[in-house]
Protein backbone atom coordinates (compact mmCIF):
# COMPACT_ATOMS: atom_id res chain seq x y z
CA UNK A 1 0.00 0.00 0.00
CA UNK A 2 2.55 2.47 1.05
CA UNK A 3 4.36 1.74 -2.42
CA UNK A 4 1.49 3.23 -4.47
CA UNK A 5 1.07 6.42 -2.02
CA UNK A 6 4.78 8.00 -3.75
CA UNK A 7 3.57 7.75 -7.09
CA UNK A 8 0.13 8.67 -7.05
CA UNK A 9 1.47 11.93 -4.83
CA UNK A 10 3.91 12.81 -7.68
CA UNK A 11 1.12 12.24 -10.19
CA UNK A 12 -0.97 14.70 -8.24
CA UNK A 13 1.72 17.57 -8.35
CA UNK A 14 1.56 16.28 -12.30
CA UNK A 15 -1.70 17.08 -12.99
CA UNK A 16 -2.10 20.40 -10.14
CA UNK A 17 0.17 21.69 -12.27
CA UNK A 18 -2.19 22.07 -15.78
CA UNK A 19 -5.15 22.40 -13.21
CA UNK A 20 -3.26 25.97 -11.39
CA UNK A 21 -2.00 27.32 -14.96
CA UNK A 22 -5.97 27.07 -16.11
CA UNK A 23 -7.30 28.16 -12.33
CA UNK A 24 -5.30 30.65 -10.84
CA UNK A 25 -4.69 34.15 -11.97
CA UNK A 26 -2.94 36.84 -9.34
CA UNK A 27 -4.93 40.16 -10.02
CA UNK A 28 -2.16 41.97 -8.75
CA UNK A 29 0.25 40.98 -11.45
CA UNK A 30 -1.73 41.32 -14.55
CA UNK A 31 -1.54 39.26 -17.79
CA UNK A 32 1.41 40.19 -18.88
CA UNK A 33 3.92 38.25 -16.15
CA UNK A 34 3.64 34.27 -16.29
CA UNK A 35 4.23 32.53 -13.05
CA UNK A 36 4.98 29.02 -14.13
CA UNK A 37 4.45 26.05 -11.21
CA UNK A 38 6.90 23.70 -11.50
CA UNK A 39 5.68 21.38 -8.47
CA UNK A 40 6.90 18.38 -9.86
CA UNK A 41 10.16 19.23 -10.63
CA UNK A 42 9.93 20.73 -7.11
CA UNK A 43 8.79 17.27 -5.53
CA UNK A 44 11.73 15.23 -7.04
CA UNK A 45 14.11 16.95 -5.63
CA UNK A 46 13.26 16.54 -2.54
CA UNK A 47 12.55 12.74 -3.06
CA UNK A 48 16.36 12.96 -4.48
CA UNK A 49 17.72 14.76 -1.59
CA UNK A 50 15.02 12.81 1.45
CA UNK A 51 15.11 9.20 -0.17
CA UNK A 52 17.45 8.21 -2.47
CA UNK A 53 19.07 9.40 -5.78
CA UNK A 54 17.75 6.46 -8.04
CA UNK A 55 13.66 6.82 -6.97
CA UNK A 56 14.43 10.60 -7.89
CA UNK A 57 15.79 10.24 -10.94
CA UNK A 58 13.40 7.13 -11.99
CA UNK A 59 10.30 9.82 -11.02
CA UNK A 60 12.26 12.63 -13.18
CA UNK A 61 12.64 10.56 -16.45
CA UNK A 62 9.12 9.33 -16.08
CA UNK A 63 6.90 12.79 -15.43
CA UNK A 64 9.29 14.35 -17.78
CA UNK A 65 8.00 12.16 -20.49
CA UNK A 66 4.22 12.72 -19.32
CA UNK A 67 5.10 16.40 -19.71
CA UNK A 68 6.21 15.94 -23.04
CA UNK A 69 3.27 13.74 -24.10
CA UNK A 70 0.53 15.05 -22.37
CA UNK A 71 1.20 18.91 -22.33
CA UNK A 72 3.83 20.25 -24.67
CA UNK A 73 3.68 17.50 -27.52
CA UNK A 74 7.00 17.88 -28.39
CA UNK A 75 8.88 14.90 -27.00
CA UNK A 76 12.63 15.65 -25.63
CA UNK A 77 12.42 18.96 -24.51
CA UNK A 78 11.53 17.79 -20.65
CA UNK A 79 12.58 14.26 -21.28
CA UNK A 80 16.19 14.01 -19.44
CA UNK A 81 16.05 17.61 -17.82
CA UNK A 82 13.72 16.75 -14.38
CA UNK A 83 16.66 12.95 -14.14
CA UNK A 84 19.32 14.88 -14.86
CA UNK A 85 18.79 17.85 -12.10
CA UNK A 86 18.10 15.09 -10.26
CA UNK A 87 21.07 13.87 -10.79
CA UNK A 88 22.96 17.18 -10.30
CA UNK A 89 21.26 18.16 -7.31
CA UNK A 90 22.21 14.42 -5.61
CA UNK A 91 26.01 15.38 -6.30
CA UNK A 92 25.21 19.00 -4.89
CA UNK A 93 23.85 17.24 -1.85
CA UNK A 94 27.02 15.01 -1.14
CA UNK A 95 29.29 18.30 -0.84
CA UNK A 96 26.73 20.38 1.13
CA UNK A 97 24.39 19.30 4.62
CA UNK A 98 20.60 18.82 4.35
CA UNK A 99 19.66 21.53 6.08
CA UNK A 100 16.11 23.02 4.65
CA UNK A 101 17.40 26.33 3.67
CA UNK A 102 20.09 24.41 1.56
CA UNK A 103 17.45 21.98 -0.03
CA UNK A 104 14.92 25.31 -0.32
CA UNK A 105 18.05 26.68 -2.60
CA UNK A 106 18.84 24.00 -4.32
CA UNK A 107 15.10 23.59 -5.85
CA UNK A 108 15.10 27.00 -6.80
CA UNK A 109 18.04 26.97 -8.59
CA UNK A 110 17.00 24.04 -10.25
CA UNK A 111 13.33 25.32 -11.44
CA UNK A 112 15.85 28.33 -12.51
CA UNK A 113 18.14 26.22 -14.59
CA UNK A 114 14.99 24.17 -16.24
CA UNK A 115 13.35 27.42 -16.99
CA UNK A 116 16.73 28.65 -19.08
CA UNK A 117 17.32 25.54 -20.57
CA UNK A 118 13.54 25.63 -21.92
CA UNK A 119 13.39 28.76 -23.20
CA UNK A 120 16.80 27.88 -25.00
CA UNK A 121 15.20 24.74 -26.65
CA UNK A 122 12.07 27.10 -27.88
CA UNK A 123 14.33 29.65 -28.51
CA UNK A 124 16.61 27.54 -31.27
CA UNK A 125 13.47 25.28 -31.95
CA UNK A 126 11.62 29.10 -32.93
CA UNK A 127 8.58 28.77 -31.20
CA UNK A 128 8.88 31.76 -29.00
CA UNK A 129 10.63 35.24 -30.25
CA UNK A 130 10.66 36.57 -26.46
CA UNK A 131 14.07 38.52 -26.02
CA UNK A 132 16.09 37.49 -22.53
CA UNK A 133 15.27 41.16 -21.06
CA UNK A 134 11.55 39.93 -21.33
CA UNK A 135 11.83 36.60 -20.18
CA UNK A 136 13.95 37.56 -17.47
CA UNK A 137 11.53 40.06 -16.09
CA UNK A 138 8.36 38.64 -17.08
CA UNK A 139 9.11 34.99 -16.61
CA UNK A 140 11.92 33.95 -14.55
CA UNK A 141 11.39 36.04 -11.54
CA UNK A 142 7.69 35.44 -10.94
CA UNK A 143 8.28 31.71 -11.83
CA UNK A 144 11.11 31.48 -9.58
CA UNK A 145 8.77 33.59 -6.20
CA UNK A 146 5.58 31.74 -7.13
CA UNK A 147 7.94 28.10 -6.39
CA UNK A 148 9.46 29.27 -3.73
CA UNK A 149 6.84 30.17 -2.04
CA UNK A 150 5.66 26.32 -2.91
CA UNK A 151 8.65 24.73 -2.05
CA UNK A 152 8.69 26.54 1.63
CA UNK A 153 5.03 25.25 2.04
CA UNK A 154 5.76 21.57 1.22
CA UNK A 155 9.10 21.34 2.27
CA UNK A 156 7.74 20.38 6.42
CA UNK A 157 5.72 17.52 5.17
CA UNK A 158 6.93 16.06 2.30
CA UNK A 159 10.26 15.79 4.45
CA UNK A 160 8.41 13.91 7.29
CA UNK A 161 7.26 11.99 4.92
CA UNK A 162 9.52 10.96 2.37
CA UNK A 163 12.06 10.42 6.04
CA UNK A 164 9.49 7.96 7.32
CA UNK A 165 9.27 6.27 3.81
CA UNK A 166 12.93 5.75 3.90
CA UNK A 167 12.79 4.34 7.11
CA UNK A 168 10.46 1.62 6.59
CA UNK A 169 11.75 0.69 3.14
CA UNK A 170 15.16 0.31 4.88
CA UNK A 171 13.39 -2.08 7.61
CA UNK A 172 12.27 -4.12 4.60
CA UNK B 1 42.19 10.98 -25.91
CA UNK B 2 40.90 7.17 -25.36
CA UNK B 3 40.32 8.33 -21.88
CA UNK B 4 38.15 10.94 -22.96
CA UNK B 5 35.94 8.66 -24.44
CA UNK B 6 35.99 5.51 -22.08
CA UNK B 7 34.05 8.04 -19.12
CA UNK B 8 30.61 6.45 -19.38
CA UNK B 9 29.32 9.15 -18.05
CA UNK B 10 30.39 11.14 -20.87
CA UNK B 11 29.06 8.75 -23.39
CA UNK B 12 25.65 8.42 -21.80
CA UNK B 13 25.22 12.64 -21.81
CA UNK B 14 26.67 12.69 -25.85
CA UNK B 15 23.74 9.66 -26.48
CA UNK B 16 21.08 11.38 -24.68
CA UNK B 17 21.73 14.38 -26.31
CA UNK B 18 21.61 12.82 -29.60
CA UNK B 19 18.76 10.84 -28.36
CA UNK B 20 17.02 14.52 -27.31
CA UNK B 21 17.75 15.88 -30.56
CA UNK B 22 16.32 13.64 -32.64
CA UNK B 23 13.36 12.79 -30.96
CA UNK B 24 12.85 16.96 -30.95
CA UNK B 25 13.35 17.10 -34.75
CA UNK B 26 11.23 13.91 -34.79
CA UNK B 27 8.21 15.41 -32.87
CA UNK B 28 8.24 19.20 -34.54
CA UNK B 29 7.01 17.61 -38.25
CA UNK B 30 4.47 19.44 -39.61
CA UNK B 31 0.73 17.95 -38.76
CA UNK B 32 2.15 14.79 -37.40
CA UNK B 33 -0.33 12.40 -36.08
CA UNK B 34 0.06 11.25 -32.28
CA UNK B 35 1.05 7.78 -32.28
CA UNK B 36 -1.31 5.14 -30.27
CA UNK B 37 1.16 5.22 -26.94
CA UNK B 38 0.66 9.02 -26.82
CA UNK B 39 -2.62 8.95 -27.58
CA UNK B 40 -3.29 6.21 -24.65
CA UNK B 41 -1.12 8.28 -22.47
CA UNK B 42 -3.40 11.62 -22.86
CA UNK B 43 -6.64 9.49 -22.23
CA UNK B 44 -5.19 8.48 -19.20
CA UNK B 45 -3.99 11.37 -17.81
CA UNK B 46 -7.10 13.19 -19.00
CA UNK B 47 -9.16 10.84 -17.06
CA UNK B 48 -7.34 11.75 -13.61
CA UNK B 49 -7.68 15.69 -14.77
CA UNK B 50 -11.39 15.59 -15.05
CA UNK B 51 -11.78 13.56 -12.00
CA UNK B 52 -9.20 16.34 -10.18
CA UNK B 53 -10.27 19.31 -11.97
CA UNK B 54 -14.01 19.24 -10.56
CA UNK B 55 -13.24 20.30 -6.67
CA UNK B 56 -10.65 23.18 -7.97
CA UNK B 57 -13.18 24.48 -10.51
CA UNK B 58 -15.51 24.33 -7.58
CA UNK B 59 -13.12 26.25 -5.01
CA UNK B 60 -11.78 28.30 -7.38
CA UNK B 61 -15.37 29.53 -8.33
CA UNK B 62 -16.07 30.19 -4.62
CA UNK B 63 -13.48 33.02 -5.04
CA UNK B 64 -14.91 33.95 -8.59
CA UNK B 65 -18.26 33.96 -6.28
CA UNK B 66 -17.37 36.64 -4.16
CA UNK B 67 -15.67 39.43 -6.29
CA UNK B 68 -18.90 39.17 -8.41
CA UNK B 69 -20.79 39.69 -5.83
CA UNK B 70 -18.89 43.16 -5.36
CA UNK B 71 -19.56 44.39 -8.93
CA UNK B 72 -23.39 43.00 -8.80
CA UNK B 73 -24.91 46.25 -8.70
CA UNK B 74 -23.44 48.70 -11.24
CA UNK B 75 -23.73 45.45 -13.27
CA UNK B 76 -26.90 45.23 -13.04
CA UNK B 77 -27.84 49.24 -13.62
CA UNK B 78 -26.00 48.80 -16.73
CA UNK B 79 -28.05 45.32 -18.02
CA UNK B 80 -30.82 46.94 -17.43
CA UNK B 81 -30.06 49.78 -19.67
CA UNK B 82 -29.17 47.40 -22.47
CA UNK B 83 -32.38 45.64 -21.86
CA UNK B 84 -34.42 47.50 -24.36
CA UNK B 85 -32.00 47.58 -26.97
CA UNK B 86 -31.53 44.00 -26.67
CA UNK B 87 -35.37 43.18 -27.73
CA UNK B 88 -35.37 45.66 -30.33
CA UNK B 89 -32.44 43.35 -31.62
CA UNK B 90 -34.32 40.76 -30.87
CA UNK B 91 -37.07 41.44 -33.13
CA UNK B 92 -35.05 42.53 -35.72
CA UNK B 93 -33.27 39.24 -35.75
CA UNK B 94 -36.43 36.93 -35.82
CA UNK B 95 -37.44 38.83 -39.04
CA UNK B 96 -34.17 38.76 -40.68
CA UNK B 97 -33.99 35.32 -40.45
CA UNK B 98 -37.43 34.43 -41.29
CA UNK B 99 -36.51 36.22 -44.48
CA UNK B 100 -33.28 34.64 -44.71
CA UNK B 101 -35.14 31.34 -45.13
CA UNK B 102 -37.52 32.14 -47.43
CA UNK B 103 -34.82 33.32 -49.88
CA UNK B 104 -33.25 30.13 -49.29
CA UNK B 105 -35.95 28.03 -50.31
CA UNK B 106 -36.21 30.31 -53.02
CA UNK B 107 -32.54 29.80 -54.13
CA UNK B 108 -32.52 26.27 -53.68
CA UNK B 109 -30.03 24.24 -52.03
CA UNK B 110 -26.85 25.93 -51.31
CA UNK B 111 -24.44 24.56 -49.47
CA UNK B 112 -23.90 26.26 -46.27
CA UNK B 113 -20.70 27.45 -44.73
CA UNK B 114 -22.30 28.77 -41.40
CA UNK B 115 -24.20 25.65 -39.92
CA UNK B 116 -22.16 23.49 -37.61
CA UNK B 117 -22.53 21.08 -35.01
CA UNK B 118 -21.49 22.17 -31.72
CA UNK B 119 -19.45 19.40 -29.78
CA UNK B 120 -19.74 21.01 -26.19
CA UNK B 121 -17.10 19.83 -23.85
CA UNK B 122 -15.28 21.14 -20.59
CA UNK B 123 -11.61 22.21 -20.09
CA UNK B 124 -9.42 20.22 -18.00
CA UNK B 125 -6.49 21.87 -18.21
CA UNK B 126 -3.95 24.14 -19.54
CA UNK B 127 -0.53 23.48 -20.31
CA UNK B 128 1.53 24.72 -17.61
CA UNK B 129 4.79 25.82 -19.09
CA UNK B 130 3.21 29.03 -20.99
CA UNK B 131 5.54 28.75 -24.22
CA UNK B 132 2.81 26.79 -25.76
CA UNK B 133 -0.27 28.26 -25.50
CA UNK B 134 -2.67 24.64 -25.48
CA UNK B 135 -5.83 24.11 -23.39
CA UNK B 136 -6.97 20.56 -23.25
CA UNK B 137 -10.82 19.28 -23.09
CA UNK B 138 -12.02 16.54 -22.62
CA UNK B 139 -13.59 15.07 -25.93
CA UNK B 140 -11.65 13.44 -28.75
CA UNK B 141 -12.01 11.43 -31.52
CA UNK B 142 -14.72 9.14 -30.12
CA UNK B 143 -16.79 12.40 -29.65
CA UNK B 144 -16.53 13.52 -33.67
CA UNK B 145 -13.51 15.77 -32.96
CA UNK B 146 -10.85 16.35 -35.62
CA UNK B 147 -7.78 18.03 -35.77
CA UNK B 148 -7.97 21.91 -37.06
CA UNK B 149 -11.88 22.16 -36.37
CA UNK B 150 -12.55 25.70 -34.89
CA UNK B 151 -12.97 26.45 -30.77
CA UNK B 152 -15.65 28.19 -30.03
CA UNK B 153 -16.78 30.07 -26.72
CA UNK B 154 -20.04 32.33 -26.27
CA UNK B 155 -17.56 35.18 -26.50
CA UNK B 156 -16.32 34.13 -30.12
CA UNK B 157 -13.34 32.24 -31.62
CA UNK B 158 -10.36 30.86 -29.04
CA UNK B 159 -8.27 28.64 -31.32
CA UNK B 160 -8.23 25.09 -33.16
CA UNK B 161 -7.95 21.63 -32.10
CA UNK B 162 -4.27 20.25 -32.68
CA UNK B 163 -4.07 16.97 -31.78
CA UNK B 164 -6.86 14.42 -31.01
CA UNK B 165 -6.43 11.66 -29.12
CA UNK B 166 -9.66 8.41 -28.53
CA UNK B 167 -11.34 11.09 -25.39
CA UNK B 168 -9.75 14.20 -25.02
CA UNK B 169 -8.08 16.83 -27.41
CA UNK B 170 -5.56 19.67 -27.37
CA UNK B 171 -6.71 22.82 -28.59
CA UNK B 172 -4.23 25.55 -29.90
CA UNK B 173 -5.39 28.61 -28.62
CA UNK B 174 -5.27 32.16 -30.78
CA UNK B 175 -2.56 33.50 -28.63
CA UNK B 176 -0.01 31.48 -29.77
CA UNK B 177 2.56 32.79 -31.62
CA UNK B 178 2.66 30.17 -34.43
CA UNK B 179 2.71 31.62 -38.11
CA UNK B 180 0.95 28.27 -39.54
CA UNK B 181 -2.02 29.39 -37.80
CA UNK B 182 -3.45 31.25 -40.03
CA UNK B 183 -7.42 31.39 -40.13
CA UNK B 184 -9.10 32.91 -43.56
CA UNK B 185 -11.09 36.06 -42.02
CA UNK B 186 -13.78 38.95 -42.99
CA UNK B 187 -14.64 42.21 -42.15
CA UNK B 188 -17.52 43.46 -41.81
CA UNK B 189 -18.52 47.04 -42.91
CA UNK B 190 -19.14 49.61 -40.37
CA UNK B 191 -23.07 49.60 -39.05
CA UNK B 192 -25.22 52.54 -40.69
CA UNK B 193 -25.67 54.14 -37.17
CA UNK B 194 -22.02 54.40 -37.12
CA UNK B 195 -21.57 55.55 -40.99
CA UNK B 196 -23.98 58.58 -40.73
CA UNK B 197 -21.62 59.71 -37.29
CA UNK B 198 -18.76 59.28 -39.92
CA UNK B 199 -20.45 61.28 -42.57
CA UNK B 200 -21.22 64.10 -39.99
CA UNK B 201 -17.74 64.64 -38.94
CA UNK B 202 -15.72 64.12 -42.56
CA UNK B 203 -17.71 64.13 -45.13
CA UNK B 204 -15.83 60.74 -45.68
CA UNK B 205 -18.16 58.62 -47.90
CA UNK B 206 -16.00 56.13 -49.40
CA UNK B 207 -17.52 53.70 -46.86
CA UNK B 208 -18.44 49.73 -48.86
CA UNK B 209 -20.56 47.63 -47.63
CA UNK B 210 -18.99 44.91 -48.86
CA UNK B 211 -17.29 42.55 -46.83
CA UNK B 212 -13.26 42.87 -46.92
CA UNK B 213 -10.85 39.94 -46.67
CA UNK B 214 -8.00 38.97 -44.99
CA UNK B 215 -6.36 36.28 -43.38
CA UNK B 216 -5.12 36.32 -39.44
CA UNK B 217 -1.37 35.34 -39.73
CA UNK B 218 -0.01 35.40 -35.55
CA UNK B 219 -0.16 37.11 -32.53
CA UNK B 220 1.28 40.51 -31.47
CA UNK B 221 2.47 39.71 -27.58
CA UNK B 222 2.46 43.16 -26.26
CA UNK B 223 -0.35 44.36 -28.16
CA UNK B 224 -2.37 40.99 -27.17
CA UNK B 225 -3.96 41.26 -31.02
CA UNK B 226 -4.34 38.94 -33.97
CA UNK B 227 -2.57 39.80 -37.07
CA UNK B 228 -4.92 40.17 -39.86
CA UNK B 229 -3.30 40.74 -43.14
CA UNK B 230 -3.25 40.79 -46.42
CA UNK B 231 -5.97 43.20 -46.69
CA UNK B 232 -5.95 45.43 -50.17
CA UNK B 233 -5.05 48.77 -49.53
CA UNK B 234 -7.84 50.76 -51.05
CA UNK B 235 -9.78 49.74 -48.32
CA UNK B 236 -10.85 52.05 -45.73
CA UNK B 237 -10.87 50.60 -42.40
CA UNK B 238 -12.08 52.23 -39.16
CA UNK B 239 -11.88 51.32 -35.80
CA UNK B 240 -14.44 48.68 -34.32
CA UNK B 241 -15.05 47.06 -37.20
CA UNK B 242 -16.31 43.61 -36.44
CA UNK B 243 -13.84 40.68 -37.93
CA UNK B 244 -15.66 37.38 -38.63
CA UNK B 245 -13.85 33.93 -39.64
CA UNK B 246 -15.05 33.57 -43.57
CA UNK B 247 -15.80 29.98 -43.70
CA UNK B 248 -13.43 29.74 -46.97
CA UNK B 249 -10.31 27.94 -45.65
CA UNK B 250 -11.75 24.81 -45.56
CA UNK B 251 -12.35 23.37 -42.21
CA UNK B 252 -13.87 26.60 -40.49
CA UNK B 253 -17.20 27.20 -40.39
CA UNK B 254 -18.42 30.73 -41.25
CA UNK B 255 -19.48 34.15 -39.37
CA UNK B 256 -17.96 32.92 -35.97
CA UNK B 257 -17.03 36.54 -34.25
CA UNK B 258 -13.25 36.69 -33.80
CA UNK B 259 -12.60 40.25 -32.49
CA UNK B 260 -12.69 43.69 -34.09
CA UNK B 261 -10.58 46.22 -35.13
CA UNK B 262 -7.93 47.65 -33.16
CA UNK B 263 -5.28 49.84 -35.07
CA UNK B 264 -4.65 50.04 -39.17
CA UNK B 265 -1.26 49.96 -40.05
CA UNK B 266 0.38 49.11 -44.10
CA UNK B 267 1.98 46.44 -44.19
CA UNK B 268 5.61 45.92 -44.37
CA UNK B 269 6.17 46.29 -48.08
CA UNK B 270 3.55 49.20 -48.28
CA UNK B 271 1.19 46.68 -50.82
CA UNK B 272 -0.98 44.95 -48.55
CA UNK B 273 -2.89 46.86 -45.41
CA UNK B 274 -2.33 45.17 -42.01
CA UNK B 275 -4.77 45.04 -38.85
CA UNK B 276 -4.60 44.21 -35.12
CA UNK B 277 -7.78 42.66 -34.41
CA UNK B 278 -8.65 42.66 -30.61
CA UNK B 279 -9.94 39.34 -29.61
CA UNK B 280 -13.40 39.03 -28.66
CA UNK B 281 -13.04 35.95 -26.41
CA UNK B 282 -10.47 36.08 -23.41
CA UNK B 283 -7.97 33.39 -23.58
CA UNK B 284 -7.49 33.11 -19.82
CA UNK B 285 -11.08 32.16 -18.30
CA UNK B 286 -12.13 29.65 -20.21
CA UNK B 287 -14.28 27.25 -18.96
CA UNK B 288 -16.62 25.84 -21.38
CA UNK B 289 -15.97 25.64 -25.04
CA UNK B 290 -17.46 23.72 -27.94
CA UNK B 291 -15.89 22.05 -31.47
CA UNK B 292 -17.64 23.57 -34.24
CA UNK B 293 -17.92 20.48 -36.54
CA UNK B 294 -18.63 22.20 -39.59
CA UNK B 295 -22.06 20.61 -41.91
CA UNK B 296 -20.85 21.61 -45.77
CA UNK B 297 -17.98 18.89 -45.99
CA UNK B 298 -14.48 20.47 -46.16
CA UNK B 299 -12.63 20.01 -49.14
CA UNK B 300 -8.98 19.92 -49.58
CA UNK B 301 -8.43 22.30 -52.94
CA UNK B 302 -5.26 20.39 -53.73
CA UNK B 303 -6.55 16.87 -53.76
CA UNK B 304 -9.72 18.30 -55.50
CA UNK B 305 -7.89 19.38 -57.99
CA UNK B 306 -5.66 16.43 -58.38
CA UNK B 307 -9.14 14.96 -58.74
CA UNK B 308 -10.16 17.25 -61.41
CA UNK B 309 -7.38 16.54 -63.24
CA UNK B 310 -7.53 12.56 -63.11
CA UNK B 311 -10.98 12.89 -64.38
Redesign the interface.
Known sequence: MRRFILPFLV??A????????????FPFLG?DY?Y??RFVLIFVIFITVYLNRTQGMLFGLIFGL?QD?????????Y??AYGFLAYLISKAMKVLHGQIYIVIFLSTLAVAVLEFY??G??YV?G????SLYQFTTQ?LLTTLGLNLVVALLFIFPLKSFLTKLKIAESED | MPQFFLNKRLILLLVSVIVLVSLIGFSLKDDRQLSWPEQFLQDTVSVFQSIFHKPATYVSNVFGNIKDLKNTYEENELLKSRLDEYMQLEADLQEYKVENEKLKTELGKVADLRQYNPIYSAVIGRNPDRWYDYISIDKGEQDGVEPNMAVVTAEGLIGKVKSTSQFSSTVQLLSASDLKNRISAEILPVESKKTEDENDTNEDKTENNDKVTGLIEGYDEEKGALLLRRIESDIKLVEGQKVLTSGKGGVFPDGILIGEIMEVEPDSYGLEQMAYIKPSANFYDIDRVWVADRVAPSEDPVEALAEEEEE
Open positions: LFFISESSFAHLVHELIPLVVYVEVIGILFVYINITTKMR
